[in-house]
């Protein structure tokens, strides 16, 4: 079948490798008809990065089930039916799993990539979607996942001032999470005008362009100064770390949706920690309760505008080098008609 490769050298290519087999009962046989390209999956040239794995490139996807092991098949699962999923792996046995805390399991591993023709994965990584729902739609579970965990964990109420850094996909959505739930202002902070325009488009009160010398001056204004009660940050812009504890009110939280490179530190003052009674905390993936509860969110979200440009499978290395260069929320990749 086909695959997208990354070589140990950090080359991607297309290769020619065998579809993959059932191994045990619990595996489905997916045909998979869409995956995407974001900023995340750019990770595979960084050298330092855990998600920098050889192999097959891709991680998200929706499909078709071709065939299927008995114990999936108790389950429910049939083949022609559409899924999604994620390709993380839980251990389902480790102290966190037991309490359905799966996000924190300690011994999580990944299936192979999904930008290729099949793939096998255990059925309990799996998550039915409609037959009417768009393998577009279906395919994006996974990432709307991890913000739906980020939104409940962040605790986001209605009437209070939301300040979110980046307008990638992960901030997008969470912006949209945050006026469902009431928040009287949502600002968004993003560089980049096509993100500006789509947060506009998808409600932002306020969108701030961090290249403009003034642009903290102009978010203490936006927060009444007295700070903002929630500031999440969905972008690894190691500036933006130190910022957002001036920008937080008093017994507001900071979130971090994303890790930096293994030399930046984050400090605070401890007495400033202390009195203004803040909580920073951190979020990463999603419990397999919240998986399938993200499921019966997707309708209430707009997500067609954050899938920029659809490509081919064929042209996956096209579609690399266009995320590369401009960094949209989603490129997607048709795999199989």
Known sequence: MRALWKYKNGILAFKEIEDPQLLSENDVKIKVMYSTIGI????????????AKNGLAGYEMSGIIVDLGSAAKKDGFYIG????????????????????????????TSNAGTICDYIVWDKNQLVPIPDDMPFSIGCLLEPVAVVYHAFR???????????????????LVLLQLA????????????PKEVNQKLARQLGADFVVDPRED??????????????????????????????????????GTIMLMVYYDLTIDFSINSIKFFLMNIKITSSFLYTKKELVETL??????DLHPLIHLEFPMKDSLTAFDVEQKFHYPRIGLTIND
């Open 214 to 251: 003034t642009y903290k001056t102009e978010l203490m204004k936006l927060s009444d100064f007295i700070g903002f009660q929630s500031v999440v940050l969905t972008s690894s812009h190691p500036e933006w770390l130190s910022v957002s504890t001036d920008l937080v009110a008093r017994g």
């Open 81 to 108: 039916q559409h899924v999604s999923g994620t390709v993380a792996k839980f251990c389902g046995k480790c102290a966190y799993c037991e309490k359905e805390e799966e996000n924190n399991c300690l011994e999580i």
């Open 179 to 190: 006026k469902q739930a009431g928040a009287k202002t949502v600002t968004l902070v993003e």
């Open 296 to 301: 019966a969110i997707l309708h209430s979200l």
């Open 40 to 51: 995340q999956d750019l990770r595979v040239y960084r050298t330092w990065d855990f998600y």
């Open 153 to 171: 964990k962040a605790a986001i109420k209605k009437g209070e001032n939301i300040c979110i850094f980046g307008g990638d996909f992960n901030g």
